[in-house]
Nanobody, 124 residues
Framework: QVQLVESGGGLVQAGASLRLSCAAS????????MGWFRQAPGKEREFVAA????????YYADSVKGRFTISRDNAKNTVYLQMNNLKPEDTAVYYC?????????????????WGQGTQVTVSS
């Protein structure tokens, strides 16, 4: 069982930066691949970024590539999402998730555990 708690969301202006954190409980955090997803009002949940258990591989949605960076600190049981040059279209609730496999990380069904989400609002 893994429990995930996101933090770091907020209201910012376009062009600003935010860093989201996702703290995980449990001793086996380092064995899970981690991902970030987001859901805007009236839209389906979409993949944002993912990182393998070792941090050796990272994956990004085209819409955030070059602006967002996912990283993890296994000693702190935490995964991060650094978001730079934020745009109004980045406004959404952001969720972190944990997966026991390193395949198919762009699909929500791959993940067994989900956090409650943190709101990110970007004003123009």
């Amino acid at each position: 069982q893994v429990q995930l708690v996101e933090s770091g969301g907020g209201l910012v202006q376009a062009g600003a930066s935010l860093r989201l954190s996702c703290a995980a409980s449990g001793r086996t955090f380092s064995s899970y691949a981690m991902g970030w997803f987001r859901q805007a009002p009236g839209k389906e949940r979409e993949f944002v970024a993912a990182i393998t258990w070792s941090g050796g591989s990272t994956y990004y949605a085209d819409s955030v590539k070059g602006r967002f960076t996912i990283s993890r600190d296994n000693a702190k049981n935490t995964v991060y999402l650094q978001m730079n040059n934020l745009k109004p279209e980045d406004t959404a609730v952001y969720y972190c998730a944990a997966a026991s496999t390193g395949y198919g990380l762009e699909y929500g069904d791959t993940y067994a555990y989900w956090g409650q989400g943190t709101q990110v609002t970007v004003s123009s």
